[in-house]
């Protein structure tokens, strides 16, 4: 069978031999960890009783909670945090990716400081505001911009963007892309296999509670089966919209050649679309991920990585495709929208995020994906490194991933193992079995070295 070549400007590595690991060892292994962990971590479970009393599941996102229950945090500086059992612990989630300048960043701690001095809302415009937005569209390469203050309401925004430029209304995303939490997009986002359909058409499976209206679901990397749904449903279309690099099932990377073919069927069709960038955004490059993949979507959503820790998002693009905003086809409201605070985070993060900040952030990344793979190699293990910009992560398969119904096979026991291994040992890995690492401009060679020789020392448990 012909092997998918990725995209040339991400990496990844698969190994060309590996042998299985013991299942029975990793559940041993598992108990152990879990064990350790309850012991270790004895205020954050104490903090996890109080916090229950008030809080659901005693946190804020569901995404932050875990079982047994999730370390809770008192500090973080740098690309390190300590926990409220007084454990330092490298941070290798750094806020799911908005952390890319590294905690306290102090450009933006002086920038926001300054703020404090101006006042922080206006609901007004102001020539802060008006210089944030410049700036992104400036990076970005796009001609309009509004800010929000989460990446769902970017997603939201945008989708209903397109359904006013197009006057239709269906939504068509990637199985397993997640979006945020909005109606439309909460589709599929991770589907049970039994409610999934087949695997070249699969079912639009709506997530609890919501509400999406006329959706379509397809295979990432799979040109065809998104032909198959413009050719029947076109008329209906009013967007597609799209992680150009999936990060929210680990990395699972473009083809060679999908996107482009996602433009010219998107133009072929008449249907928007849009980039979901919330994730790869700054983390990407310096700007982003469709100019570094060399394709231009109609409208695209950021936040994260562009507001150094503030709350702060933003969806924008070609003016043409912001035309119902300006025309009133699609009201974009927002009390905090344009916060005094986000705005002087944007300024800081541009000022640091230069070209060569970046580059040297992505080297130290291609470092340890290189030295992980050797560990790999080394001790035999089904899995394989995957990474684009200074993110990276190792996937439990000794094959590619390329789509959901890929990332479904992939060994989740060993990923659990992976993930409380990691809290154990002073690694703030992010939450879920399916993120990413990040390395921010705060990590350095000292924290690459810990990162990596953590792994090894996990690679000989595995082996025992
Ligand atoms: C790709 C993507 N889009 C949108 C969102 C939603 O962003 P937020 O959590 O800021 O609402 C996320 C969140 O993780 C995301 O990963």
């Not at 599941?57 to 229950?69: D, I, K, M, R, V």
């Not at 009133?328 to 705005?343: C, D, V, Y």
């Not at 789509?403 to 479904?408: G, M």
Request: glycine share 8%; proline share 6%.
């Amino acid at each position: 069978m012909k092997t998918q070549t990725h995209h040339p400007q991400t990496f990844r590595s698969v190994p060309t031999h590996s042998k299985p690991l013991d299942s029975a060892r990793l559940e041993k292994l598992l108990e152990q960890q879990l064990d350790l962990y309850k012991t270790k971590l004895l205020s954050s479970g104490l903090e996890y009783q109080l916090a229950v009393q008030n809080i659901p599941l005693g946190a804020h996102s569901t995404f932050q909670s875990f079982e047994p229950y999730p370390i809770s945090i008192a500090s973080a500086k740098g690309a390190w945090m300590t926990d409220v059992d007084g454990r330092k612990m490298l941070d290798l989630s750094m806020g799911f990716g908005s952390m890319l300048v590294g905690h306290l960043n102090p450009e933006v701690v002086s920038e926001v400081r300054a703020s404090l001095d101006v006042g922080t809302l206006y609901t007004a415009p102001s020539p802060i505001s008006r210089d944030a937005a410049e700036r992104l569209c400036r990076r970005f390469g796009i001609e309009q911009i509004r800010f929000t203050n989460s990446g769902t309401e970017s997603t939201m925004y945008a989708v209903r963007t397109a359904r006013a430029y197009t006057g239709k209304e269906g939504v068509v995303k990637v199985e397993g892309g997640y979006h945020g939490s909005g109606d439309a997009l909460m589709v599929s986002t991770k589907p049970s296999l039994e409610k999934a359909g087949p695997a070249d058409s699969p079912n639009s499976v709506i997530g609890n509670a919501s509400v999406p209206g006329e959706s379509y679901v397809v295979p990432f990397n799979n040109i065809q089966a998104l032909e198959n749904v413009f050719s029947k449903h076109a008329k209906t279309i009013a967007c597609f919209i799209v992680e150009p690099v999936l990060e929210n099932i680990g990395i699972v990377l473009p083809d060679e050649g999908y996107l482009e073919a996602v433009r010219s069927l998107c133009d072929q069709y008449k249907i928007v679309l849009i980039f979901d960038e919330v994730k790869t955004g700054l983390t990407a490059g310096p700007q982003g991920a469709a100019q570094r993949l060399g394709v231009i979507p109609d409208l695209i959503c950021m936040a994260k990585s562009i507001g150094g820790g503030i709350p702060l998002a933003a969806f924008g693009g070609k003016a043409e495709f912001m035309q119902p905003v300006t025309d009133g086809r699609m009201p974009h409201l927002g009390t905090f929208n344009g916060h005094i605070m986000a705005m002087a985070a944007v300024r800081a993060v541009d000022k640091v995020c230069t070209p060569a900040a970046l580059e040297k952030a992505e080297s130290l990344n291609i470092q340890a994906l290189t030295r992980i793979r050797e560990i790999i190699d080394e001790f035999e293990l089904p899995a394989h490194t995957v990474g684009f910009g200074v993110k990276g992560c190792v996937t439990w398969s000794d094959k590619p991933v390329r789509n959901y119904r890929d990332y479904k096979a992939t060994d989740f026991q060993i990923a659990e193992l992976s993930f409380l291994w990691s809290l154990n040992h002073g690694i703030m890995t992010p939450p879920g079995l399916d993120e990413q690492w990040l390395i921010s401009l705060a990590h350095d060679q000292g924290e690459v070295d810990f990162m990596v020789n953590d792994f090894k020392e996990l690679a000989k448990t595995l082996r025992g």
